[in-house]
């Protein structure tokens, strides 16, 4: 019997391995980005058509590479980053294993013009499936362009499994952020089908923040600084009012590597115990300098996950700093022993003489009236006529109870208005007993069904406002609001672009005010993007959901009467009145049979 067991070629060898490290269009622009910070780039310019299938390139100017350098780059483990084993173990440098040309070369046609400052002219690459198919000297700027086109062009496969060109770019833009914040003293540009998303100039961290979300989260920030002998924690966190129910806000640095962390994010979220709900995530930017020694990067394909020596000193080390930076800024009570309350007090001038307070004294006063003192003294004390005969107040009091006729119980039952209990249920008397309503769910369902059939007929009232407001947000967001603004106008918001991820406010659903308009539109937007994981939930659906989540009346709020009385009618007034959209009740209730098992009758 022959032997089955055979080496696999060079090219299924390398598209097996860009498998594990090109997952889709964003993994490129990682791995390039990457080999750009490396280089020393000082700016760098991502390009993507047709969110990357089409064309990713990557341009900086960086070092650069020698003509040799660029022939072997698109081997397997080519690197200049490591030389011998004890290097894995020392390595700052964003890559290091010399898999990432050699996988996207594999997968794509790439176009690779390199030079360096000192060469008069630089080399130009075409490679097709791992080949070289053109080699030639050629004149460009200082640095490297890597143009990525075709990707997966002889996987078909993998193109087919790659999600909507949305879902796509937000991947791009998650991973143009990463790398971004990594390092604010680069210059970074992003341009998507010859339309600029982000210009991002070199500056501070908190300055990379505010460009990358925009300025609304300039007070949103709160520094985290501390350093011991086993790690250096910086950057910022987001204030607990602005925690959201979506993941995206939450970066994780060691060493300037991005990574994804779960035990490290549970020290964060349990910093902000007591401050935010427990479905609630704070937003957070934090950076951990590290002795390389002390960690293991060589974890996972993306390197996306580390391995520390001392993960829970580490652990500890990052909850207290963010508990400290909480107190400090005075966001969590912390009692400060440190300050002590001071007084401006004048200093006495040379010479200058002191003036005693000049007090008159009435020496006459008398606060107490003599004449009435002792009437008072003896006013309520028991006289003859009104003693009480201590005997009578052991004697059993007559009562005289009338037990109401049945249909006489029932209508002053039906007479009884709603009441509220603690500011979330409200309680009235039916017939057979009471009935308790979450106000907060019932309120999601009314809204919800509102909304739904608002979209569907696109009636919904717009409240235009007489002054306009303008809000910048993220570039995500403002692609998802100018993806739905059909859908959002009939809601009842009048939106428009405004400039570059500026969006004017000029009216918004009745429900609503102006003066809320931006948180409203981001509640809502997070809610969409919370919801947006249901397989099940269409987008008009979730729309509706969100709204009304939004808009809903809240646990803890009071209602007279009347808004009581309101909710209940529209309630019942609703196509599926007993549950909110999300599947949660909105009504219980109980019998009088019931209550009268309770109490053993």
């Known amino acids: ?163 909507s060109n949305p879902v796509e770019m937000r991947h791009v833009i998650d991973e143009f952020q990463r790398i971004a914040l990594a390092y604010p003293h680069i210059k970074f540009s992003l341009i998507s089908n010859d339309a600029e998303l982000f210009q991002l100039k070199e500056g501070t961290l908190r300055q990379r923040i505010v460009a990358v979300f925009g300025r609304n989260y300039n007070q949103r920030l709160v520094p985290v600084a501390e350093e011991t002998s086993l790690v250096k924690i910086s950057g910022f966190i987001g204030k607990p009012e602005y925690a959201k129910k979506t993941r995206g806000e939450q970066f994780f640095f060691v060493n300037k590597r991005f990574i994804k962390n779960g035990y490290l994010h549970h020290a964060v979220q349990n910093a902000f115990q007591d401050l935010i709900h427990n479905d609630c995530h704070p937003s957070y930017f934090l950076f951990l300098d590290s002795d390389p020694r002390s960690i293991d990067i060589n974890i996972h394909p993306t390197k996306t996950e580390i391995k520390f020596d001392n993960d829970r000193s580490i652990y500890a080390m990052l909850h207290a700093a963010i508990k400290q930076s909480l107190g400090k800024y005075n966001i969590a009570p912390m009692l400060d022993f440190d300050k002590e309350p001071s007084f401006d007090i004048p200093p006495l001038s040379p010479g200058a003489s002191i003036k005693i307070p000049d007090v008159k004294l009435d020496t006459t006063y008398n606060p107490f009236d003599v004449n009435q003192s002792s009437s008072l003294l003896h006013k309520g004390m028991p006289t003859e006529k009104n003693k009480v005969n201590w005997q009578d107040l052991y004697k059993p ?37 009471i009935i308790v309503i979450d106000q907060h769910n019932a309120s999601e369902r009314i809204l919800y069904e509102k909304y739904l059939s608002s979209l569907e007929k696109n009636n919904q009232s717009i409240q235009k406002q007489l002054f306009s407001k303008t809000i910048e947000m993220p570039p995500s967001d403002f692609d998802l609001i100018m993806e739905m603004q059909d859908e959002i106008t009939s809601l009842g918001f009048d939106v428009r672009e405004f400039g570059k991820n500026t969006l004017v406010i000029e009216g918004v659903p009745s429900d609503a005010s102006i003066e809320e308009a931006e948180e409203l539109l981001e509640k809502v937007l997070e809610q969409f993007k919370l919801n947006i994981t249901d397989i099940r939930v269409e987008k008009r659906d979730n729309l509706a959901r969100s709204l009304a989540k939004s808009l809903s009346i809240k646990p803890g709020v009071p209602l007279e009467k009347k808004e009581m009385t309101a909710l209940i009618d529209e309630l019942f007034a609703c196509d599926m009145p007993y549950y909110s959209p999300n599947g949660y009740p909105t009504i219980t209730t109980m019998s009088i049979e019931d209550l009268n098992k309770k109490f053993g009758r």
Do not use: W
């Open 1 to 163: 019997m022959s032997d089955i067991i055979k080496i696999l070629s060079e090219k299924v060898a390398n598209q097996i391995a860009a498998g594990e490290v090109i997952q889709r269009p964003s993994s490129a622009i990682k791995e390039l980005l990457e080999n750009a910070v490396d280089a020393g780039s000082t700016y760098i310019q991502v390009i993507v058509k047709d969110v990357g299938k089409t064309l990713l390139q990557i341009i900086d100017n960086g070092c650069g590479m020698s003509a040799n350098d660029a022939n072997i780059c698109i081997e397997r483990h080519a690197t200049s980053k490591i030389q011998k084993t004890d290097d894995l173990f020392n390595i700052r440098t964003m890559g290091f294993r010399g898999e990432a040309l050699a996988s996207i070369a594999a997968i794509a046609h790439v176009a690779i013009k390199t030079k360096r400052k000192e060469d008069d002219l630089g080399t130009l690459i075409n490679i097709e499936g791992s080949k070289i198919i053109e080699k030639e000297p050629c004149g460009c700027s200082d640095g490297t362009s890597v143009a990525v086109k075709n990707l997966f062009y002889n996987v078909p496969a993998r193109r087919n499994f790659l999600k």
């Open 397 to 433: 009091e007559k009562v005289t109870q009338r037990i109401p006729e049945p249909d006489v119980l029932i209508t002053t039952m039906e007479e009884k208005k709603p009441s509220q209990l603690h500011n979330r249920f409200i309680i009235s008397q039916i017939k057979s007993g």
